[in-house]
């Protein structure tokens, strides 16, 4: 079955850029719509947005001005950009593609 | 957007019990596309159910979903100690994807 693994800085400073990538295996990225979502500490999940395999997206409008998601299919991988950040965008961030998530990463906005 | 809002907030049961968690939809989900997911603490969310009623792989037969347009529910015939978790449901019918606030299903 197929796995997501996160990773990227656990620190950002505000007004900065969040950078997350999803590494992909045990199947293709080559398909599917693939996501990510995010969990403020002790919140609930709130879907950022996702990008299919050819490289089309839909972002969340909340959130749209600031997010970039790609893919890289022949890394396997796709990413999250996400700019300007403040602390309200503090969250464990998940990818996920057809009910798999990975295991999620925490990213802290602060100085 | 469409807004889910899950109820109730808290559940207090005992193990072996039957739980029953609410989900409604501010409009109609679009052909059903509502899914259900269980959270223990420090971890991702696993899907339960998709579809409103289909379990997903690997899923014990005691979780079912039910519902159609804009009431949903999922019940849990009899609680098992990992089932004392948080609940999601989850609507991808219509862009923005949307959560509930989720369910705490808790031991009484």
């Known amino acids: 079955q197929v796995q997501l693994q996160e990773s990227g800085p656990g620190l950002v400073k505000p007004s900065e850029t969040l950078s997350l990538t999803c590494t992909v295996s045990?199947?293709?990225?080559?398909?599917?719509?693939w996501s990510w979502i995010r969990q403020p500490p002790g919140k609930g999940l709130e879907w950022i947005g996702y990008?299919?395999?050819?490289?089309?997206?839909n972002y969340n409008p909340s959130l749209k001005s600031r997010v970039t998601i790609s893919i890289d299919t022949s890394k396997n991988q796709f990413s999250l950009k996400l700019s300007s950040v403040t602390a309200a965008d503090t969250a464990v961030y998940y990818c996920?593609?057809?009910?798999?998530w990975g295991q999620g990463t925490l990213v802290t906005v602060s100085s | 957007e469409i807004v889910l809002t899950q109820s109730p907030g808290t559940l207090s049961l005992s193990p072996g019990e039957r739980a029953t968690l609410s989900c409604r939809a501010s409009?109609?989900?679009?052909?059903?596309?509502l899914a259900w997911y269980r959270q223990k603490p420090g971890q991702a969310p696993r899907l339960l159910i998709y579809g409103a009623s289909s379990r997903a792989t690997g899923i014990p037969d005691r979780f079912s979903g039910s519902g159609s347009g804009t009431d949903f529910t999922l019940t849990i015939s009899r609680l098992e100690p990992e089932d004392f978790a948080v609940y999601y449901c989850?609507?991808?019918?219509?862009?923005?994807?949307?959560f509930g606030g989720g369910t705490k299903v808790e031991i009484k």
């Open positions: 996920e593609v057809g009910g798999y």
């Open positions: 990008i299919y395999y050819s490289g089309s997206t």
């Open positions: 409009q109609s989900v679009s052909s059903n596309y």
């Open positions: 989850q609507q991808y019918g219509s862009s923005p994807l949307t």
């Open positions: 045990g199947g293709s990225i080559t398909n599917n719509y």
